[in-house]
């Protein structure tokens, strides 16, 4: 079989493949022609972040069956194409969970002491002492917003240099926080009280612009920000704004809105220190993950083993074809009630009704907690590693099945629990193929789980949906389909709500201060 290498990556990497069995190609730099016009070729190929793995790239690809990714993100590779051509995608999660946290460390320190900016002086021929004053990390209090893999290392190095350590992560267990030895706090306090913030977060609807001029004017004074995880979060011109006041000490990004970040206003300011995205760039991390695509590629072209996918469990074709619909449906359900549930995850209980528990459910269990955990995390999460992300959570996974599956032939339920509060989701497959959602709650509803939802919580009273509409409309906002639940006539009610285009925050609240809506939740599905 027969591998295209269309990056750099660390020659070991292609040793590996070569001692497989595989015949190598190593062609970098290709344009999207040349790639289109060779693709056709190979069995597997190997990117890092240059190479643009797009639907028509992969239409051309017909001998293509694996795709391997020498990092984490994807988003150079169309993975719905892929799924849909059944190329398996595979990246190497956790290769530069110790780099990225190493280099927020480096960042920190330069912040604390000033080293780029008296390196700069020096070698302008100064000797300006004074001007460079630090301050200590010791005692002091570092606020970490995120505390998944990389979050949880900067954590632990921060603690041996004997930093108070507060942190936000609303689907973070008590249990997972005690093991790390980490106060949990809200998202306010950490902002009020943080000495140092550094954000180990995904960049989402929800966390754009976290940091701006709001969240800035709520922390102390002369406080210190930093951002390695994703450009979008931190609201540059506030920002700006911040440090040229005074109001932020010293700030320093290694991820920006737009990459290259051009002439932005924040390079003129000396209290701003930045990199060009060095978060994973270490020779350690570039060699490992090298190292760990040129296996999975190997195991899988030459084994039919299957790890750290992102679209395929490890299932064989024949299983694959039956159990896939649920698959996709249970990714959905959890996706969906991760995002209309308030707090962490400490339980998740699957019950399996009728058909689909007499099948091997394993996989669709994974699946639910691809849902559940993918929303919320920084890192990757895919089939392979979500059942231990939920482990090392603290978040108990309990299945139930049952050959009664009532008015359905099969249903899948999904119960999320914590500190006393609970949701859940029902659904089902029409036709044996098309995922729906037929409760919510205690609400029975029938909502395609799909594109951009609202699910807005209200008093059964007139005039709610009406509202609802009219806010939509007058925002130019589609609705393409609405579902509507309650207990009893004039109890508590809910409606789904599927709209063309996402919401904005400032629509959501405009939205909430509707008369009789008690809650307004905005769920992103895949389309």
Known sequence: MKVLVSDNISPKGVEILKKGGLD????????????????????????????????????????LKVIGRAGSGLDNVDKVAATKRGIVVMNTPGGNTVTTAEHTIALLFSMARQVPQATASMKQGKWEKKKFMGVELYNKTLGIIGLGNIGSHVAKIAMGMGMNIVTYDPYLSEEKAKTLGVKV?????????SDFITLHIPMTNETKNMINEKTLGMMKDGVRIINASRGGIVDEKALYDA?????????????FEKEPPGEAPLLELDNFICTPHLGASTEDAQENVALAVADQIVD???????????????????????????????ERMGTFLVQNFDGGMKQVVIEYRGEVSKLNYAPVTIAVLKGLLTPILLETVNFVNAPMIAKERGIEVKEITTDEAGDYLSTIIIRVKSDGKESSVAGILHGKKYPRIIA??????????????LVCANNDKPGVIGGIGSVLGKNN????????????????????????????????????KLPNILSVKQIHLPA
């Open 24 to 63: 190598v190609d190593v062609k970098t730099g290709l344009k999207p022609e040349e790639l289109k016009a060779i693709i056709g070729e190979y069995d597997g190929l190997v990117v890092r972040s240059a190479t643009k793995a797009t639907a028509e790239i992969i239409e051309a690809a017909k001998n």
């Open 185 to 193: 706090v809200s998202l306010d306090e950490l902002i009020k009280t």
């Open 243 to 255: 440090l040229k006041s005074g109001k932020v000490a010293a700030a320093a990004l290694d991820v």
């Open 300 to 330: 899988y072209l030459v084994n039919g083993t299957i790890r750290n996918a992102v679209n395929f469990p490890s299932l064989s074709a024949d299983v694959l074809s039956v159990v896939q619909p649920y698959i996709n449906l249970a």
């Open 440 to 453: 919510v709650d205690d609400f029975i509803v029938e909502v395609v789980p799909e594109g951009e939802l």
């Open 477 to 512: 906002i589609n609705i393409a389909r609405m579902q509507f639940g309650r207990e009893s006539q004039g109890g508590k009610s809910i409606s789904v709500v599927s709209v063309d285009t996402p919401v904005s925050k400032e629509l959501l609240e405009e939205l909430k």
